[in-house]
Each structure stands twice: as structure tokens, then as C-alpha cells.
């Protein structure tokens, strides 16, 4: 598990770097750096995640369960602030960077419905790693 979390960190933290270049052609450039500062951030706290690995005593389908929470938590955050960057939306869930910016429901409901998972997902996968602290 370890090293999955290693390389899964590192993934996402170069997509938070490559996510960096693209700030100035995207639609919310501010929204673009909240994109950029997730993935590289949440690609360090997987690495961080993976040094912590060998303290966390849970059993095999509760580590796999919060890694899986974790994983997908870090991953839709990048997701869904690049698409509201890309698209214009955030309005509900991230009214500072979406700023003005408006777009179909459909469009605000997919980044909305990647918000709001991946928050309930990093925190009930931060709990069971606690608890396996």
C-alpha cells in the first residue's frame, strides 16, 4: 500500500504542476490556481500518507477502504476544480473562486456532485486512518 500511495501522490502532484501551465488559458484562471494548489498539496499528503503507512494498524479491508476514500478524495478535488476552471462553474460550492462566473446546471451539478463526494469521502478516510494510528 505503500507504494502505491507514493506513486499516486507523485502522479497527482504532476498533474498539479502540469495544471500550473494551463492557469492562463483557462476560462476562471483563479479557479485554475485552486486546481493547481489542490492537486500538488493533495499528491504531498498521499506521499505523506505513504510514510505514515507502516504506524497504521487496520485490517486489510479498512486500509484498502480508506485508501480507496482518500485516493478518490485527492483525485475529484483536482477534477473538479480543473472542470470549474475549464467551465466557469463553482458558484455554490466555491463562491470566491468562481467569482463571476456562471455555466449550465448540468455543468455546476457535476462539479457540485465532485465537491460535495470528496468531502464526505477525505473525511471519513481520514477517520479510519486515525483510528489505525
Known sequence: MQTVLFKLGLVLFLLGLL???AIPVCKNPR???SSHLEATLN???LAL???LWPHIHLPNAWGVTAVALIVYAAYANWL???LAAAWGAGRKFA???AGDHATSADKEGIVGFLLVSLAV???VGVIIVIVGL
Request: glycine share 14%.
Open 19 to 21: 495544471t500550473g501551465l
Open 31 to 33: 479557479m485554475a490556481l
Open 43 to 45: 499528491g504531498m499528503f
Open 49 to 51: 500518507l505513504g510514510l
Open 80 to 82: 473538479a476544480t480543473l
Open 95 to 97: 463562491p470566491i473562486a
Open 121 to 123: 469521502s477525505i473525511v
